[in-house]
Structures are given as structure tokens and as C-alpha cells.
């Protein structure tokens, strides 16, 4: 019968020590938690709508949904932060192992602008008509075919005012856009 006593006895000194600590302790108040702006230019609503905008284009042709990359949405931000130092003329980086596609517009950076690039790629379609790629339809329907390429798997875009324009660059993994190769 002594056990008990003992452990009932260690209970309430023990929790007498805690609610003595915490009397002395200062009261925390719960802070929202602030996050820093994205690095990528984009806000969630934008990453949102512009990997909605490929996957339905990649519905369209049955073609599996992409899914957002922050490392490939950083490796963009880097890209047209280079670009913009630079001048502000596109380009395609060399020595990326992604695919690519980029886009300028002299809207302001609204919203829209993501959607507006990711038409303009898609708006390609019409020079495309199924064949595999070549030097000779690359170039007209390249931005088109890498948005619906079936091997990449993930999407990460940026943007950034340049200019008075505004430059959004997406890159895919693994890249696509294979001469000799259909996206699909």
C-alpha cells in the first residue's frame, strides 16, 4: 500500500513544480506564421494557373499532367534574373539539362501574363500536325510540342519585369523537344 501513496505524492509535487515554472515564464503568443515572397516572381495563384493552363492543353492530347517543381521554377528565376542583367533579350540557356520555353510581353505583370505566355506557346498547335520533329517544323511548333512532350513529368516557370515588359520562362524535366522524336 505504500507504492501508491508514494506515486500519488511524486504527481503532485511534480505538478506543482510545473505550474510553478510556468508562472514565471513569460506568456507566448501565438504569431501567424508570414511567408516570404516567392523568388520565382509568381505567386501560388499564378504557379496555380499556369500548370493547370499545360495540363489542360496535355489533357487534350491524352498526355499525363505535369506537376510543379520549386528547383525547376528556381532554375527559371535564375535563368531571366541573367537574362534581364543582359538586357532583356530572350534566349535559350545552352548548358540546361531542362526543356524550355520563354516568352516577353509588354502587359504589365498582371495575372494574365502567365496565361498570356502559356497561349502564345500553346497557339503553336496549328503548325503541328503530328509528325515526328525535325529542323523544319522545330521552329514553329518547339514551344507547342515541349508543353505537351510526354516524358516531362514536372513544370516550374518565373517571372520578372524587364524593361517595361515582363519575361516568363518555364522549364520541364526531363526535357523534350528530341529531332527524330514525336512529343506524343
Known sequence: MR??????????????CANQQNATKPVSVAVPKVTSPSTNGLDGDE?????????????????????????????????????????????????SNY????????????????????KAWE???????????SKANWSQAGHYTQMVWRTSTELGCAKMACGGNVMIACNYAPA??????KPY
Open 176 to 181: 523534350g523537344n528530341f529531332m527524330g522524336k
Open 3 to 16: 507504492y501508491p501513496i508514494l506515486l500519488v505524492s511524486i504527481f503532485f509535487l511534480s505538478a506543482g
Open 99 to 118: 526543356g524550355e520555353n520563354l516568352f516577353m510581353s509588354s502587359s504589365n505583370q498582371n495575372h494574365e501574363a502567365v496565361i498570356e505566355a502559356a
Open 123 to 133: 497557339s503553336e498547335k496549328i503548325n503541328y500536325s503530328g509528325e515526328v520533329l
Open 47 to 95: 504557379e496555380q494557373a499556369i500548370l493547370s493552363y499545360h495540363n489542360e492543353v496535355r489533357a487534350s492530347v491524352n498526355v499525363p499532367p505535369l506537376h510543379w517543381s520549386g528547383q525547376l521554377a528556381q532554375h527559371s528565376a535564375n535563368w531571366i534574373a541573367t537574362l534581364a542583367a543582359q538586357g532583356c533579350e530572350l534566349r535559350h540557356s545552352q548548358d
